[in-house]
């Protein structure tokens, strides 16, 4: 990165308004990654803030990282075509183990994981990219649930409507009743359920429970599999041989939808050296 601040400092001097550069990047770090098309926009509006004021924006500088996190959505939305939302840039640029309300982009810190335990990230190496995959399609299935909504009872949709998580129970077990499509009812309970295992999983973090979070990171990506119909034969395969390897308390599929890497809490370490029963299955899956 110190070999490229400098160019980019120098280009965003002198650049006009309306007109952009071009940027070439080079990189040590693995193609697979956590949220990274937002990690990369969060990365170059921080430089980019520095290039236009002389300033940089500190960690604790919340509204101004949530700013440049805003503007890097509509960087997404508006320049790449894909419907995201704010929860990758914000999560990238504020940092941390957090829960983030998406509508008024208030958020909590949580407790951190345990030194005990260790969060792996492993890659399938199947390759996607967000506007190629089913990614725009949930949106437009869930905007679907919203018209549905809408047009049963448009004075309580309008009063209520900030998100479909934002429901109450009674109002979701509702909504799926309402729902004649198995498709649209299979996205909305996922939602519902997941918005809960979210609520859980920070009390799991604040009681050091592990393993309940373990189980809630399972149930998920039991969710994302089913319901919302967003993993693949890679990703649920080595979330089953994470489990079945003893090390692992819970494995999911993470990142934005269709993704190809997972996460997981691990208990304890094989001997270094010793690849773990698990990842030698993986290997011997051979993918191409």
């Given amino acids: 990165m110190g070999r490229l601040r400098p160019r980019i400092l120098n280009l965003g001097a002198h650049r006009q ?3 952009g550069f071009d940027l070439w990047v080079t990189s040590d770090l693995s193609a697979g990654g956590l949220s990274s098309s937002a990690s990369f926009l969060g990365l170059l509006a921080l430089i980019n803030h520095h290039a236009l004021t002389g300033e940089s924006v500190d960690l604790i500088d919340v ?3 949530l700013t440049l996190a805003l503007l890097c959505r509509q960087v997404e939305n508006q320049f790449i075509g894909v419907p ?11 940092g941390g183990l957090v829960t983030l309300d998406c509508r ?28 190629a995959s089913g990614y725009a399609q949930r949106v437009a299935e869930i905007s679907a649930i919203d018209a549905q909504i809408a047009r049963v009872n448009p004075t309580a949709a309008a009063k209520r409507y900030s998100g479909l998580a934002t429901l109450t129970l009674d109002a979701a077990e509702a909504t799926l009743s309402l729902l004649k499509s ?13 918005q809960a295992r979210v609520e859980q999983a920070a009390l799991t973090l604040a009681q050091q429970d592990m393993e309940g979070l373990g189980r809630l990171m ?5 969710s994302l599999k089913i319901d919302y119909e967003v993993s693949c034969p890679e990703l649920d395969l080595i979330t089953q041989l994470s489990r079945a390897s003893g090390l692992a308390l819970g494995s999911r599929m993470t990142g934005r939808w269709f993704w190809r890497v997972r996460h997981q809490p691990r208990a304890r370490q094989p001997p270094r050296g010793a690849p773990s029963a698990s990842c030698q299955r993986v290997r011997a899956a051979n993918w191409d």
């Fill in 17 to 19: 308004i309306g007109r």
């Fill in 63 to 65: 509204s101004q990282r």
């Fill in 84 to 94: 995201s939302g704010i929860m990758d840039p914000a999560s990238v640029l504020i």
């Fill in 104 to 131: 008024t982009l208030q958020f909590n810190r949580l407790q951190p994981i345990p030194a005990s335990h260790r969060l792996v990230i492993m890659d399938t190496g199947v390759p996607r990219t967000l506007a």
């Fill in 182 to 194: 198995d498709v649209l009812k299979a996205r909305a309970r996922h939602i519902f359920s997941e």
């Fill in 218 to 222: 399972n149930d998920s990506h039991q």
